[in-house]
């Protein structure tokens, strides 16, 4: 991904530098250039964020839980933080938020001495 971006700096700076100088280009060669880094911008992250989707099931396995107590947790977090998604009735989380958001121990919170 990263590749793919320098080369579309590369490109758009060619574009408007010469020999280090910045040269006249038209208002739709511009436009055109910097619709195609955007274009291209938005595809890659789109692409990592879809590679970084994990399901309720996989986060239970990265925080050691049930996938019910991960459901659950990834809910609670949904409406607190607005992370994470539900499509259908599975809860789907990014590598990022699980990493962010590991639920405590579980079992009832331990009394202030």
Do not use: Y
């Not at 839980?65 to 259908?88: F, Y």
Request: with cysteine.
């Amino acid at each position: 991904m990263q590749n793919r971006i320098d080369q579309e700096t590369d490109r758009t700076v060619d574009l408007l530098c010469e020999h280090g100088v910045t040269r006249r280009v038209s208002d739709q060669a511009l436009r055109r250039r910097l619709e195609t880094f955007a274009k291209q911008i938005a595809t890659a992250a789109r692409s990592e964020f879809i590679s970084s989707v994990r399901s309720a099931e996989d986060a239970a396995e990265a925080w050691g839980v049930s996938t019910r107590r991960a459901q659950a947790h990834i809910a609670a977090i949904h409406e607190r933080h607005g992370v994470a998604a539900r499509i259908g009735r599975a809860w789907l989380i990014t590598d990022d938020e699980i990493e962010r958001h590991r639920p405590g121990e579980s079992g009832r919170p331990k009394k202030a001495s």
